[in-house]
């Protein structure tokens, strides 16, 4: 069955901490997506990152980064140097390629709070 | 790049009126379109999928009957919520995937979200 655990529920760092936001995932698909989004308080879900299952390599953007493990079903992503901005949910989601429906199956979402 | 906008963004109404959600996508052309339900402080919760000019697939335990969904076009879909009743108070979110070539097709693109309010 599919599956993505968030296992932090909520994670407060100070401002300018490094910070990882776990994310574990089942499936036995051999083709799916993995995705992070951001919702702010505002409530909209802000897009972040795509990654297929085919490709491994890590993603670095601005102070943004993600490392994607499949022997761990692992697809982690840190926040270097947070900022009060960071504060938000976020949330992994991952996608089978398989089911031709694109339905998202999301994690219980990290709720984090920068402080200044 | 995708965007995705919703109307009305907040709505309060009185229970047993019925409220409609519009859900746009802008200058990109959808082939699906989700909506999800979000209590507060919890997840989204798939409601339906709906694809442009055939009937929605709900979810199990979604009413179809109490969540009406029309995607008439190809940047359109509305969720109607037919009698509410406070119960139904929730934040309604949609999101679009888009034709080949419209950013990532497996990728979802959300709207700002509609917070409802029954009375």
């Known amino acids: 069955a599919q599956k993505v655990t968030q296992a932090q529920t909520e994670i407060s760092v100070v401002e300018k901490e490094d910070v990882t936001l776990d994310c574990v995932y089942e499936t036995r698909d051999t083709t799916y997506y993995l995705f992070w989004y951001k919702q702010p308080p505002s409530g909209e879900l802000v897009f972040l990152i795509r990654?297929?299952?085919?490709?491994?390599q890590n993603e670095i953007s601005g102070r943004y980064s993600w490392n994607f493990q499949k022997s761990t079903s692992s697809f982690n992503f840190t926040i270097t140097a947070s900022q009060v901005v960071d504060s938000a949910v976020y949330f992994c989601?991952?996608?089978?390629?398989?089911?031709?429906?694109?339905?998202?199956?999301f994690g219980t979402g990290t709720r984090l709070k920068v402080l200044a | 790049g995708a965007v995705v906008s919703q109307h009305p963004s907040r709505v309060i109404c009185k229970s047993g009126t019925s409220v409609k959600i519009e859900c746009r996508s802008l200058d990109f052309q959808a082939t699906t379109m989700f909506w999800y339900r979000q209590f507060p402080k919890k997840s989204l919760m798939l409601m339906a999928t709906?694809?442009?000019?055939?009937?929605?697939?709900?979810e199990q335990g979604v009413e179809k009957d109490k969540f009406l969904i029309n995607h008439a076009s190809l940047t359109l879909s509305t969720l109607t919520v037919t009698s509410a009743h406070p119960e139904d108070s929730s934040f309604y979110i949609c999101?679009?995937?888009?034709?080949?070539?419209?950013?990532?097709?497996?990728?979802?693109?959300f709207g700002p979200g509609t917070r409802l309010t029954v009375l």
């Open positions: 999101s679009a995937r888009f034709l080949n070539g419209q950013g990532a097709r497996d990728t979802q693109y």
């Open positions: 989601a991952l996608s089978e390629a398989r089911s031709g429906t694109y339905k998202y199956i």
């Open positions: 990654r297929n299952s085919f490709d491994e």
């Open positions: 709906s694809n442009e000019g055939s009937k929605a697939t709900y």
